[in-house]
């Protein structure tokens, strides 16, 4: 009881507190010092601004993976809106390529695609009233097809380049630049040889028996005919590859079933060619030599893998 009025009485007159006293024998007082106010409210201030509920340094990596989350979450909605995108642009382009093909340069294009046949003395017809205008039509649309290809495929690379890791944009690009320039081999060396070759055999054979005379419609249907199944077919080595990367061939199997590849060849090439044999050779003989290119590229892919 002494001991407790001495400290009340302490604090009252603002004596300190005796040493020897135990915080079990001192009341604390309803007032707090002006000291401890002064350092306990910036903690208070800074404890009230931490927003709720969030952890300690998560809100900024919450908010970067906010900011790289558009591209990998879009709703089935704006697929279809960026399909839809790309589907408009690509056929306004070649609207427009097709306008400006069919008033500008059908007439010359016509003329240099007819040159061949009427160097060599055929006469070109047309034997239906609307003919000669479909198959205008018909050219001036594969000619704004190429005009526009740069465009449909600058569209197609945005669409499905957000899906794409960086490693897999670079071999697509790679990819691609290889298809298109073996695919423009092909048409180019079928049309520089082969394409020649095989009116020459056909006129050769036909001579003496009848007189020449050549529809406009069935020359030009011809003539696609023989050029696009090259361009395919030059593209062996990048099919091989991409077979290879995904694991359905290996070199090994590629060399153990080249017996059977030669047949389903010049199968291949008896489809994709109108019905001769000279024009099926000339397709075949390519396709075996780009298989053995195709081959090599199959070596090199595993190498690096086991690298």
């Known amino acids: 009881?002494?001991?407790?009025?001495?400290?009340?009485?302490?604090?009252?007159?603002?004596?300190?507190?005796?040493?020897?006293?135990?915080?079990?024998?001192?009341?604390?007082?309803?007032?707090?010092?002006?000291?401890?106010?002064?350092?306990?409210?910036?903690?208070?201030?800074?404890?009230?601004?931490?927003?709720?509920?969030?952890?300690?340094?998560?809100?900024?990596?919450?908010?970067?993976?906010?900011?790289?989350?558009?591209?990998?979450?879009?709703?089935?909605?704006?697929?279809l809106l960026a399909l839809r995108k790309v589907i408009v642009v690509c056929v306004a382009a070649v609207g427009v390529a097709f306008l400006a093909s069919f008033y500008f340069i059908i007439d010359p294009l016509m003329q240099w695609i007819t040159a061949p046949i009427e160097a060599r003395g055929v006469q070109v017809i047309y034997t239906a009233v609307s003919e000669a205008l479909t198959t205008k039509l018909k050219v001036a649309l594969v000619t704004a097809v190429v005009i526009a290809f740069p465009v449909i495929i600058?569209?197609?690379?945005?669409?499905?380049?957000?899906?794409?890791?960086?490693?897999?944009?670079?071999?697509?690009?790679?990819?691609?630049?290889?298809?298109?320039?073996?695919?423009?081999?092909g048409i180019v060396f079928c049309y520089a040889s082969v394409f020649f070759l095989a009116i020459d055999f056909f006129m050769v054979s036909g001579e003496g028996l009848a007189t020449p005379m050549l529809s406009l419609d069935k020359y030009i249907n011809f003539l696609f005919g023989f050029l696009l199944?090259?361009?395919?077919?030059?593209?062996?080595?990048?099919?091989?590859?991409?077979?290879?990367?995904?694991?359905?061939?290996?070199?090994?199997?590629?060399?153990?079933?080249?017996?059977?590849?030669?047949?389903?060849?010049?199968?291949?090439?008896?489809?994709?060619?109108?019905?001769?044999?000279?024009?099926?050779?000339?397709?075949?003989?390519?396709?075996?030599?780009l298989y053995e290119v195709g081959i090599l590229v199959s070596r090199t892919v595993k190498r690096k893998e086991r690298a």
């Open 1 to 79: 009881m002494k001991r407790r009025h001495k400290a009340q009485a302490g604090e009252l007159s603002g004596a300190s507190i005796p040493e020897g006293a135990q915080p079990a024998d001192v009341e604390t007082p309803d007032v707090v010092a002006p000291e401890a106010a002064e350092k306990a409210a910036p903690v208070s201030d800074a404890a009230s601004s931490t927003p709720q509920g969030d952890g300690a340094g998560s809100p900024e990596p919450q908010q970067g993976e906010a900011e790289e989350a558009p591209e990998e979450a879009l709703s089935l909605r704006d697929h």
């Open 229 to 289: 199944p090259f361009g395919v077919a030059f593209m062996l080595p990048v099919f091989i590859y991409i077979t290879t990367r995904v694991g359905l061939t290996t070199p090994e199997m590629l060399i153990r079933k080249r017996k059977y590849v030669i047949l389903g060849i010049f199968v291949l090439a008896a489809i994709l060619t109108p019905p001769d044999v000279v024009s099926q050779i000339m397709l075949g003989i390519p396709m075996l030599l």
């Open 154 to 185: 600058w569209q197609v690379w945005g669409f499905i380049k957000p899906a794409l890791y960086p490693r897999e944009r670079r071999s697509f690009r790679i990819f691609f630049f290889f298809a298109l320039v073996l695919f423009l081999i």
